[in-house]
């Protein structure tokens, strides 16, 4: 059972996620937060494996309360996902760097909510690869010199490969399929390169990848 916190100030916009996802029998909203500081406490005591958190919020935004889950590591297995009305916006981006697992927008449809729930919960991919991805494109975009990072450094050629393929949005069976892999041995590789990066998920690989240098906004189609 995947269970989910809801975190958003709007009461209907909380009851119409709850309505949808509790409709599966593989998900369960274990609770519910009006503002980030809510969040963060329900975190605590309720331990859910999915926060889908708003930005703005009273008291605590989300962005903050963000920060703060990932950083504690009490919530080490508590991924969040960031719910917002534009897919192209700051404060986004700056929750993806702060360790968000990816983001949806409010109007998505039930099943683009579902299927984003789910792939997180596995810890499979980005939730909308291509737009997470040209988020971080935009935002990354704007730096004028990537810094190298010791974090990309140590990974061997094949890393990098891989690692460019994950920020194009692929999934490890895709990856698997275009370097002629066992999708065991792509995902062995995606994990390994987590590891050595300290990063928690794919989501923060991707804007490595980018932050970096390794991979340029435009690079990818």
């Keep these: 059972m995947i269970r989910v916190l809801l975190a958003d100030d709007q ?5 119409g996620f709850r309505w949808i996802l509790d409709n599966e029998d593989d998900i369960s909203v274990v609770g519910e937060a009006s503002d980030g500081e809510e969040a963060i406490r329900l975190a605590g005591e309720l331990q859910p494996d999915i926060v889908l958190m708003d930005i703005r919020m009273p008291r605590l935004d989300g962005l903050e309360a963000t920060r703060r889950i990932v950083a504690d590591p009490r919530f080490a297995a ?12 700051d404060y986004v981006y700056g929750a993806l760097r702060a360790g968000a697992s990816g983001f949806l927008v409010k109007d998505t449809e039930p099943v683009e ?24 494109a935009e935002f990354a975009g704007r730096v004028a010199r990537p810094e190298p990072d010791a974090r990309v450094e ?30 065991a041995t792509a995902k062995t590789h995606v994990s390994r390169i987590m590891t050595k990066s300290a990063v928690r ?12 240098g390794l991979v340029a906004p435009g690079w990818l189609a």
């Design 11 to 15: 009461t209907l916009v909380r009851a």
């Design 113 to 136: 909510l579902i299927h984003g729930v789910r792939v997180v919960a596995r810890g499979d991919a980005l939730i909308a690869p291509a737009i997470t991805r040209r988020l971080i």
């Design 201 to 212: 998920d794919r989501a923060q690989l991707v804007v490595l990848a980018y932050e970096s």
């Design 154 to 183: 140590v990974l061997t050629d094949r890393e990098r490969e891989v690692m460019t393929l994950v920020a194009s949005g692929l999934s490890n069976d895709e990856i698997a399929t275009r370097l002629h892999l066992s999708p």
């Design 78 to 89: 508590v991924r969040v996902v960031i719910l917002t009305t534009f897919d192209l916006d």
